[in-house]
């Protein structure tokens, strides 16, 4: 919002560099098999209502543009963004356009540096990944591809309101239908993994894996330190299992890491492992502090771009480590079009790989992005909460040659928008639309949704739980960027220890045991902050 947006004032955070870490390797067993955030199932116990928002039906032929202005209002603010040199959507501009995201890293790295006494660089604050950490209780599609619901609530500044655009797919299938996967472990044994809690908890989380996957799934190892090494060819499982938990076993750590190396290889054994009809991943388990050979984002994934584009074969970023490479794992999981999480201990691990481990391994959509278009006639400005490196350009939403978000079943995506509408402004408020590409045949699909000004909540600490859950989120990560002088506060935000509150609150009228770790991660924060 620029300097348009006249907030609060922030607290100064004092920020320390993070502590030790511990890794949960079951949780990327989870996210591998789901690739995405931990919304993987709905909760419509907490009140909350998807109707204010309407679903639409795909088949759009034409371009989205932006709404007719009206000539009688002044359109001289649209999006309002941090960064005055973008020129993908230069003000005034009433679209707004990203790839669609499901990452969580960012929010579980937070909690993990909160819990050890320091605040989080604000560089590694992505307010999405906080808000799609939380399960939703969107409305399923019947089928392939996603529902859009958008709904919003008015804040307690005056004029401001949150709008969230909510996009689901379907749940997951029975396990026995699913496609068996054929999965690559990328694994850092450098001597950072050395640490208790690092490999030893990776190699034990390995062997429950092991046990939990199907006969007809397919595993294999690669290994890197200053080099780079398949120990373990994609294996059938079947009665192979002793010789997987074997190559588990014989992880030691040792030496550098020279991460280029060990995507390079990975994807070798992948390419050289790939089975047809299976989902093929390689999943890269590393703290990300490359310090060896090359570690430039954009030059690893090029030279692994034909496996990526020809194959499908898609990279999964999981992090480790209380110093850890975020935003490298971040670029190299967008480029390799997958998504990265990060695990800190061994409960949050069996907890997801026990409980929300889904029953496929399919994809729903490729190069999947949103487009939402607001109407100049009831909204003077608004801004997109995050997604800061999703953006695309306005005229390639359409394009689908321009790369876009992979999302599978049972997934969620939430963007949060914070809008100033116009002084009495009453009817058509936003549209919102999802494009994307059926994994097999490429063919394009969209569906979309509307928002009026009418369908506003009047107050959004009395709006349906689960909008509360997201708005506490956003709000927590808005007051962890403090000290970015790229953003100025969202409207309506509260001081930490009044968002704690609320946070407990919507944590007790929901029974969700992840919302009260929020609550207590924020109260965290406001103790370090003072």
Same mark, same amino acid.
């Given at each position: 919002?620029?300097?348009?947006?006249?907030?609060?004032?922030?607290?100064?955070?004092?920020?320390?560099?993070?502590?030790?870490?511990?890794?949960?390797?079951?949780?990327?067993?989870?996210?591998?098999?789901?690739?995405?955030?931990?919304?993987?199932?709905?909760?419509?116990?907490?009140?909350?209502?998807?109707?204010?928002?309407?679903?639409?039906?795909?088949?759009?032929?034409?371009?989205?543009?932006?709404?007719?202005?009206?000539?009688?209002?002044?359109?001289?603010?649209?999006?309002?963004?941090?960064?005055?040199?973008?020129?993908?959507?230069?003000?005034?501009?009433?679209?707004?356009?990203?790839?669609?995201?499901?990452?969580?890293?960012?929010?579980?790295?937070?909690?993990?540096?909160?819990?050890?006494?320091?605040?989080?660089?604000?560089?590694?604050?992505?307010?999405?990944?906080?808000?799609?950490?939380?399960?939703?209780?969107?409305?399923?599609?019947?089928?392939?591809?996603?529902?859009?619901?958008?709904?919003?609530?008015?804040?307690?500044?005056?004029?401001?309101?949150?709008?969230?655009?909510?996009?689901?797919?379907?749940?997951?299938?029975?396990?026995?239908?699913?496609?068996?996967?054929?999965?690559?472990?990328?694994?850092?044994?450098?001597?950072?993994?050395?640490?208790?809690?690092?490999?030893?908890?990776?190699?034990?989380?390995?062997?429950?894996?092991?046990? %939990?996957?199907?006969?007809?799934?397919?595993?294999?190892?690669?290994?890197?330190?200053?080099?780079?090494?398949?120990?373990?060819?994609?294996? %059938?499982?079947?009665?192979?299992?002793?010789?997987?938990?074997?190559?588990?076993?014989?992880?030691?750590?040792?030496?550098?890491?020279?991460?280029?190396?060990?995507?390079?290889?990975?994807?070798?054994?992948?390419?050289?492992?790939?089975?047809?009809?299976?989902?093929?991943?390689?999943?890269?388990?590393?703290?990300?502090?490359?310090?060896?050979?090359?570690?430039?984002?954009?030059?690893?994934?090029?030279?692994?771009?034909?496996?990526?584009?020809?194959?499908?074969?898609?990279?999964?970023?999981?992090?480790?480590?209380?110093?850890?490479?975020?935003?490298?794992?971040?670029?190299?999981?967008?480029?390799?079009?997958?998504?990265?999480?990060?695990?800190?201990?061994?409960?949050?691990?069996?907890?997801?790989?026990?409980?929300?481990?889904?029953?496929?391994?399919?994809?729903?959509?490729?190069?999947?992005?949103?487009?939402?278009?607001?109407?100049?006639?009831?909204?003077?400005?608004?801004?997109?909460?995050?997604?800061?490196?999703?953006?695309?350009?306005?005229?390639?939403?359409?394009?689908?040659?321009?790369?876009?978000?992979?999302?599978?079943?049972?997934?969620?995506?939430?963007?949060?928008?914070?809008?100033?509408?116009?002084?009495?402004?009453?009817?058509?408020?936003?549209?919102?639309?999802?494009?994307?590409?059926?994994?097999?045949?490429?063919?394009?699909?969209?569906?979309?949704?509307?928002?009026?000004?009418?369908?506003?909540?009047?107050?959004?600490?009395?709006?349906?739980?689960?909008?509360?859950?997201?708005?506490?989120?956003?709000?927590?990560?808005?007051?962890? %960027?403090?000290?970015?002088?790229?953003?100025?506060?969202?409207?309506?935000?509260?001081?930490?220890?009044?968002?704690?509150?609320?946070?407990?609150?919507?944590?007790?009228?929901?029974?969700?045991?992840?919302?009260?770790?929020?609550?207590?991660?924020?109260?965290?924060?406001?103790?370090?902050?003072?």
């Amino acid at each position: 919002m620029g300097n348009d947006h006249i907030g609060r004032p922030r607290r100064s955070l004092r920020r320390g560099r993070p502590g030790g870490a511990l890794l949960a390797l079951t949780l990327a067993g989870g996210l591998l098999l789901t690739g995405c955030s931990a919304s993987d199932s709905g909760d419509s116990s907490d009140g909350s209502n998807t109707s204010r928002g309407s679903y639409g039906s795909g088949g759009l032929t034409g371009p989205l543009p932006a709404p007719a202005p009206d000539q009688s209002a002044d359109t001289s603010q649209g999006e309002q963004t941090g960064d005055a040199n973008r020129e993908i959507a230069p003000s005034p501009d009433y679209l707004s356009t990203f790839a669609l995201d499901v990452d969580t890293a960012s929010y579980g790295f937070a909690r993990r540096t909160l819990a050890d006494g320091r605040l989080p660089d604000p560089a590694t604050v992505r307010p999405e990944e906080f808000v799609n950490s939380f399960r939703q209780d969107y409305e399923r599609p019947d089928g392939n591809g996603f529902s859009v619901t958008v709904d919003g609530a008015r804040t307690d500044e005056e004029d401001w309101s949150l709008v969230r655009v909510g996009l689901a797919t379907r749940t997951g299938e029975q396990e026995g239908e699913r496609p068996p996967a054929a999965l690559t472990f990328v694994i850092d044994i450098s001597g950072s993994m050395a640490e208790p809690g690092r490999l030893d908890l990776a190699k034990d989380s390995l062997g429950v894996m092991t046990d %939990r996957l199907r006969d007809d799934d397919s595993v294999a190892l690669v290994t890197f330190s200053d080099e780079a090494e398949t120990v373990l060819p994609m294996t %059938r499982l079947g009665d192979h299992r002793g010789r997987v938990h074997d190559a588990i076993d014989e992880l030691e750590p040792t030496e550098s890491t020279n991460l280029g190396a060990g995507v390079d290889t990975g994807y070798e054994t992948a390419v050289e492992g790939l089975r047809k009809g299976a989902t093929n991943r390689v999943v890269l388990i590393s703290d990300a502090l490359a310090n060896t050979g090359d570690t430039d984002a954009d030059s690893i994934l090029e030279r692994i771009s034909d496996a990526r584009r020809e194959h499908g074969i898609t990279l999964f970023g999981v992090g480790v480590g209380s110093e850890y490479g975020d935003d490298l794992m971040e670029r190299l999981a967008d480029k390799g079009d997958g998504h990265t999480t990060y695990v800190s201990n061994e409960d949050d691990g069996h907890k997801v790989f026990s409980e929300q481990l889904p029953q496929n391994v399919d994809l729903t959509a490729r190069d999947a992005k949103a487009q939402v278009a607001f109407d100049p006639a009831t909204v003077q400005q608004f801004r997109l909460i995050g997604y800061d490196n999703r953006q695309v350009a306005d005229e390639d939403f359409r394009d689908d040659r321009v790369d876009g978000g992979e999302v599978g079943p049972g997934h969620t995506v939430t963007a949060l928008y914070a809008v100033r509408t116009r002084p009495g402004a009453s009817g058509h408020l936003a549209t919102a639309s999802v494009r994307w590409l059926d994994p097999d045949t490429r063919t394009p699909h969209e569906e979309s949704g509307q928002l009026e000004t009418g369908s506003l909540d009047d107050g959004l600490w009395t709006s349906p739980n689960r909008f509360q859950v997201d708005a506490v989120a956003a709000y927590f990560a808005d007051a962890l %960027r403090t000290g970015d002088n790229r953003w100025n506060p969202l409207p309506g935000a509260l001081p930490l220890r009044e968002l704690a509150d609320r946070a407990h609150r919507v944590a007790t009228a929901t029974e969700d045991t992840q919302v009260r770790d929020l609550a207590n991660a924020i109260e965290q924060a406001s103790e370090l902050a003072g």
